[in-house]
Nanobody, 120 residues
Framework: QVQLVESGGGLVQPGGSLRLSCVASGSILDVLDMAWHRQAPGKQRQLVAT???????NYADSVKGRFTISRDNAKKTVDLKMDSLKPEDTGVYYC??????????????WGQGTQVTVSS
């Protein structure tokens, strides 16, 4: 069994910053890509940022230059530093990871989500 647990969401004013963290635990042999997605009210979940185990990153155009994804492979964690936050960044943020488990299978896992609200 594999679990992803996010933390760090909350309420912040426009222009402010937040850092989200996610830790993977359980029967993990390896972790490939780790990513953050978000879902705004009434909208589909969208990819925000992703990072490979080798350190390559990719960002949604809407967050480029404002968000920074980072990870610690040894600790199996992935962070999302969010700066210059805008009201349109509001939503539930989900951590996602592709994991090679002790069952010798690659599976995608999701965290439970953490709420980010940007409002004055």
């Amino acid at each position: 069994q594999v679990q992803l647990v996010e933390s760090g969401g909350g309420l912040v004013q426009p222009g402010g910053s937040l850092r989200l963290s996610c830790v993977a635990s359980g029967s993990i042999l390896d972790v490939l890509d780790m990513a953050w997605h978000r879902q705004a009210p009434g909208k589909q979940r969208q990819l925000v940022a992703t990072m490979t185990s080798g350190g390559m990153t990719n960002y949604a155009d809407s967050v480029k230059g404002r968000f920074t994804i980072s990870r610690d492979n040894a600790k199996k964690t992935v962070d999302l530093k969010m700066d210059s936050l805008k009201p349109e960044d509001t939503g539930v943020y989900y951590c996602n990871a592709r994991v090679f488990t002790s069952l010798l299978r690659w599976n995608d896992y999701w965290g439970q989500g953490t709420q980010v609200t940007v409002s004055s």
